[in-house]
């Protein structure tokens, strides 16, 4: 601490700031937060951010395995990855909790003898329990709680922001995991956001509980879980993956 004299008296540095502050000054600085200073991430247009886990660069599924385990089966071609049709999903080989997830999606651009939730059909479960629904809602009729980004069965988008088949779309969603009691009942739902090629679709909505085609939606006690990728029997292909893992954890495991 460096030490100042003024007018005989030896002052610290920040007493002496102090008494160099206007009453306002001095008034303001009471609610100034200083610490912890926020960690340094850059994040250029079109990359990831420099701290986000990079679940598919177009290379390889290292990070990615079948839904039944083993190697996953679907195939990469000029930086994107497409769904084996009739050889199931795809899920991370790591489990995520809260998180902010960016994918890039794009439905067939041949869309004949196909409609509503044939067209384009996949799905993005979050914790493989919690679907934002993949699918080609450009000029195609289907059910509202079924179209591109709604969650599935539960929440309709606000907007619809579908660009035509065949062209790459993208999906940001912060998503905030459900917690548990050590009892292993609901203490706190899950929530999501999603923006669809930029436009806010969902915006904090409460989850109800895990997707469900038939039937309410019911919450069942699980700890972190990986992301899932589905086969729907459609060519769907994806690209540019990443996460980051946000602050919370759920409270007990299951």
């Not at 002052?11 to 102090?18: I, K, N, P, R, V």
């Not at 995520?96 to 997830?101: I, P």
């Given at each position: 601490m460096l030490l100042c004299v003024s007018g005989g008296t030896v002052?610290?540095?920040?007493?002496?700031?102090?008494q160099e502050l206007t009453p306002e000054e001095q008034q303001a600085a009471k609610t100034e937060v200083w610490e912890p200073v926020p960690e340094k991430v850059s994040a250029e247009p079109g990359q990831a951010p420099s701290?986000?886990?990079?679940?598919?660069?177009?290379?390889?599924?290292?990070?990615?395995?079948?839904e039944e385990g083993g190697s996953a089966p679907w195939k990469i071609e000029d930086g994107a990855v497409s769904v084996a049709r009739g050889q199931g999903g795809i899920r991370t080989k790591d489990a995520?909790?809260?998180?902010?997830?960016h994918v890039e999606w794009r439905a067939p651009a041949d869309t004949q003898g196909y409609d509503g939730q044939d067209r384009g059909n996949s799905g993005i479960f979050l914790q493989e329990r919690y679907e934002v629904q993949v699918l080609d809602s450009w000029d195609?009729?289907?059910y509202a709680n079924g179209q591109a980004a709604s969650v599935y069965k539960q929440h309709i988008p606000l907007v619809n922001a579908s660009r035509a088949p065949g062209e790459w779309q993208n999906y940001d969603i912060i998503f905030t995991a459900p917690r548990f009691d050590t009892n292993g009942e609901l203490e706190s739902p899950a929530y999501v956001s999603v923006l669809h090629n930029g436009v806010l679709v969902q915006n904090h909505v409460e989850i109800q509980g895990n997707t469900e085609w038939i039937g309410e939606p019911e919450y069942t006690a699980h700890d972190c879980a990986p992301l899932y990728l589905q086969d729907h029997d459609a060519d769907v292909s994806y690209r540019n993956i990443w996460v980051r893992p946000l602050s919370g954890e759920p409270d007990s495991e299951s």
């Open positions: 002052l610290a540095s920040d007493e002496l700031s102090a701290d986000a886990v990079v679940l598919f660069d177009g290379t390889n599924l290292d990070a990615w395995e079948g995520f909790c809260d998180m902010q997830l195609n009729p289907t």
